[in-house]
Nanobody, 122 residues
Framework: QVQLVESGGGLVQAGGSLRLSCVAS?????????SEWYRQPPGKQRELIAS???????NYDDSVKGRSTISIDNAKNTVYLQIANLKPDDSADYSC???????????????WGQGTQVTVSS
């Protein structure tokens, strides 16, 4: 079985930056091929903010575009989301999903992490 675990959240002052991590662990993992980061602010719906595709194409929601970077490090089985110039509106529970290759025949696993809380103080 594969698990995804997010980390890197916490309390940050406005203007600061964070790097969130989403680590895949478990049975033999050959690589993370695709991933998305979502966030859910208090009292609001979950929203997609960043994605990275199999070919490395990245997309960002307008709310984070220009100050965020999503990347995959398959040497560490980790997806990163870096956000700079944080604003109080960035406060939310951040969670990732990933498509993980777990066998040389191309078998994949898809799942979600449990989330990590980010609070940005003004």
């Amino acid at each position: 079985q594969v698990q995804l675990v997010e980390s890197g959240g916490g309390l940050v002052q406005a203007g600061g930056s964070l790097r969130l991590s989403c680590v895949a662990s478990g049975r033999s993992i050959l690589g993370i091929t695709e991933s998305e980061w979502y966030r859910q602010p208090p009292g609001k719906q979950r929203e997609l903010i960043a994605s990275i595709s199999r070919g490395g194409t990245t997309n960002y929601d307008d709310s984070v575009k220009g100050r965020s970077t999503i990347s995959i490090d398959n040497a560490k089985n980790t997806v990163y989301l870096q956000i700079a110039n944080l604003k109080p509106d960035d406060s939310a529970d951040y969670s990732c999903n990933a498509l993980v290759t777990i066998d040389s025949d191309g078998t994949t696993w898809y799942g979600w992490g449990q989330g990590t809380q980010v609070t940005v103080s003004s």
